[in-house]
């Protein structure tokens, strides 16, 4: 018989849902669905005005995490520095990796996909896709550093930024 792990969180909880990025517990309830009960989180996302309902038993599976730990948001952020690393494939190839490491909700995947698609105010124009991919992945990395560091969003970006600038 598989043995399944159910994740537990609480009310007030910060935690990351891989596809739509940091948001908050505000609930633990149970529901009736089709004759079924069923146990579930609810999750705000302030920034998109979005309320989700995850099914307690299918949280791990869907990837449903806390925040990272310190450790983790230093090596994204030590990602940063480091050099670009653009692969020589077409883009819209390239442009599905980025997307499939956005929603990974990895924030040292993110990361490289911020350092990947950054461009300093002397390298050529980004196209309309790769602008919105790269802020994409800054808005979710800056939203997880803004809820690890207890600082806001705008903070959290400018810090990105600099990291980005100084590399």
Known sequence: MLKMT????????YVVYPTHGVGQVVAVETQE???????????????????????????????LRMLSSRSVMDTALSTLKGRAKVKRTMWSRRAQEYEAKINS?????????????HRNANQP???????????????????????????????????????????
Do not use: C
């Open 6 to 13: 159910i994740v537990s969180f609480t009310q007030g909880d």
């Open 33 to 63: 669905i089709g004759g079924m009960k069923l146990q579930l989180f609810v999750i705000t996302f302030d920034r998109d005005r979005m309320t989700l309902r995850v099914p307690v038993t299918k949280a791990q599976k869907s990837g």
């Open 105 to 117: 909700g990895d924030p040292v995947s993110i990361a490289e996909v911020v350092r990947d698609l």
């Open 125 to 167: 124009d980004q196209s309309y896709s790769e602008r919105q991919i790269y802020e994409a992945a800054l808005e979710r990395l800056a939203s997880e550093l803004a809820a690890v560091e207890r600082i806001d969003t705008q903070a959290a970006t400018e810090k990105l930024q600099g990291l980005l600038e100084a590399a």
